[in-house]
């Protein structure tokens, strides 16, 4: 059984860099052909996707986010992570790490077999 956590900070203040960490558990984020995402939900709105790592390190990233992500991995601790630069409160959100599997096909969302729990960001001074 797949299991993903996240952790990182719950409150940041503005201007800051968010990082997030994803940890893997009863899978490898190196197996073919997984690809491990960065999903956030802001309050009262739906799910936005940021990003994502590929099995094989490469990485993608929302257009209107990709200034100020980056999302890179350690595959010796079965992580990876996002950070996004220059955060404001409208990045105020519940952040998810999950994994996609391409051979459910179907959209995005419908490929994201597994997901974290959910970790609540606050962006505030």
């Known amino acids: 059984q797949v299991q993903l956590r996240e952790s990182g900070p719950g409150l940041v203040t503005p201007s800051q860099t968010l990082t997030l960490t994803c940890t893997v558990s009863g899978g490898s984020i190196t197996a073919h052909y997984y690809y491990w995402s960065w999903i956030r939900q802001p309050p009262g709105k739906g799910l936005e996707w940021m990003g994502a790592?590929?099995?094989?390190?490469?990485?993608y990233y929302s257009p209107s986010l990709k200034s100020r992500t980056s999302i890179s991995r350690d595959t010796s601790k079965s992580q990876f992570s996002l950070q996004l630069s220059s955060v404001a409160p409208e990045d105020t959100a519940v952040y998810y790490c999950?994994?996609?599997?391409?051979?459910?096909?179907?959209?995005?969302?419908?490929?994201?077999?597994?997901w974290g729990q959910g970790t609540q960001v606050t962006v505030s001074s």
């Open positions: 999950a994994r996609l599997e391409p051979l459910l096909g179907g959209s995005y969302y419908e490929m994201l077999d597994y």
């Open positions: 790592i590929a099995f094989d390190g490469t990485t």
